[in-house]
């Protein structure tokens, strides 16, 4: 069998709120394939931003095992983590998480700001990834010169530019206008269709009825793991 991208078994967290322990995630078991597009829905609270900040290593599960391209990753030290992140990982966030002062360009190559990438390869694949989202010619604009559609394709643009195995979004449309939230969508989709995997968290039952999974949670469980139709063959 192929490595998966994602695999996770009994996949747990438990946060402690004073005394109060909260069960976000109570056992996810989950595979995930190169290539796939995976819708993630339910209701608010049910664990959504929590399997997604696991599975994108910004946080540790409590208990059971997540393996990222083949490799144990749920035991791993904060450092070890943000090589992992940096390295495999994009994540795309509802508030687009940008320096607001910062020009395009320079927030999109932040995350090759300590890799190995010569300075003038990190400034021209910037460029690239800027002109991958369509926004070409916007590279010295800063995100408050920028509309919410252009600062979220920004986002996007610095998730891609390391070229990463697997993008992860948390409701990327979540503050955007209905017709913006088409053409990010839209956006998304043109990079799964280049073969990029995709995990996105939705509260639009559109986008769940046209991604190609959809996992539905509650209550910190996947209750519920639809196909909807062939997955694209790829390479
Ligand atoms: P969703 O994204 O589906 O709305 P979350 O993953 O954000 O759900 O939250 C799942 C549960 O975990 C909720 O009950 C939430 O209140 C709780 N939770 C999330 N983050 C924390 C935290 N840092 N500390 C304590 N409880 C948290
Ligand atoms: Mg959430």
């Keep these: 069998m192929r490595t998966?991208?994602?695999a996770t078994r009994g996949l747990t967290r438990v946060y402690q709120a004073g005394d109060v322990a909260v069960h976000a995630l109570r056992g996810v078991d989950l595979r995930i394939e190169a290539g796939e597009y995976v819708a993630v829905m339910g209701p608010s609270g049910c664990g959504k931003s929590t399997l997604m900040n696991t599975l994108g290593c910004l946080d540790r599960p409590t208990e059971g095992v997540y393996e990222l391209l083949g490799r144990d990753v749920s035991r791993l030290t904060r450092d070890e983590l943000a090589?992992?992140?940096?390295?495999?990982?994009?994540?795309?966030?509802?508030?687009?998480?940008?320096?607001?002062?910062?020009?395009?360009?320079?927030?999109?190559?932040l995350p090759l700001l300590y890799s190995a990438v010569p300075p003038a390869e990190q400034r021209s694949r910037a460029r690239t990834a800027l002109a991958r989202v369509g926004l070409a010619g916007r590279e010295a604009s800063t995100p408050t010169q920028l509309s919410g559609g252009q600062q979220q394709r920004v986002a996007i643009a610095r998730a891609l530019v390391t070229a990463p195995a697997l993008l992860l979004a948390d409701e990327p449309t979540g503050n955007l206008d209905s017709q913006t939230s088409v053409e990010i969508l839209a956006l998304l989709r043109e990079q799964h269709a280049h073969g990029l995997t995709i995990v996105i968290v939705t509260h639009d039952?559109?986008?769940?009825?046209e991604a190609e999974r959809l996992l539905l949670m509650r209550d910190g469980r996947v209750v519920e793991d639809r196909r909807q139709r062939a997955r694209r063959t790829s390479a």
């Design 205 to 209: 039952d559109e986008v769940g009825a």
């Design 83 to 109: 090589t992992v992140r940096n390295e495999t990982l994009g994540f795309v966030f509802q508030d687009f998480n940008l320096l607001p002062r910062t020009s395009a360009i320079e927030n999109v190559e």
């Design 4 to 6: 998966a991208v994602i």
